[in-house]
């Protein structure tokens, strides 16, 4: 069945599966951009996560949801967004059909301070050092090995 539930409904009954969009934006050198989420997020709190993430608005697709996170969350907009892979994420606590994009950008950014605490580049090899730690949310430490995935089957610039 198909129908509208409200967030904290979706966050809290992982029999509701809802639409998410994230965004990893990476800059020339090849650094992936994260937000630590803000202390008042209601999910991981405190922890590193991809550089935009957001539900689906009814009737909107993944393309338009990404365009409006990005100016929401990062205040950017007008930027190319590059398909890369589409994916189930479930746990105790949600479901989500999740689409990733990637969007080159070097900024500057205007984050929203109500979502984000923090924002900074990090190198590949600095994820791959952390990963496991707790300091990044399950859900990035999943999208970075698609990623990573995706990255060895395509070049970018």
Request: aromatic share 8%; glycine share 8%.
């Amino acid at each position: 069945m198909i129908g509208l539930a409200p967030r904290t409904s979706c966050h809290g009954n992982p029999s509701l599966l809802h639409q998410v969009v994230h965004v990893l934006v990476v800059n020339e050198e090849g650094q992936i951009l994260l937000q630590k989420r803000s202390p008042n997020k209601d999910i991981q709190p405190n922890r590193w996560d991809t550089s935009v993430g957001g539900h689906l608005k009814p009737g909107e697709d993944y393309g338009a949801a990404a365009t409006r996170e990005m100016r929401e969350e990062l205040g950017i907009g007008g930027r190319s967004l590059l398909p890369l892979h589409d994916y189930l994420w479930r746990t105790v606590i949600e479901s989500e059909r999740v689409r990733t994009y990637l969007c080159l950008h070097n900024g500057p950014f205007c984050p929203d301070s109500q979502e984000i605490l923090e924002l900074r580049f990090w190198s590949l090899d600095e994820i791959h050092q952390h990963l496991g730690e707790g300091i990044f949310t399950p859900n990035f430490e999943e999208e970075f090995a698609r990623y990573l995935v995706w990255k060895g089957r395509r070049s970018y610039a």
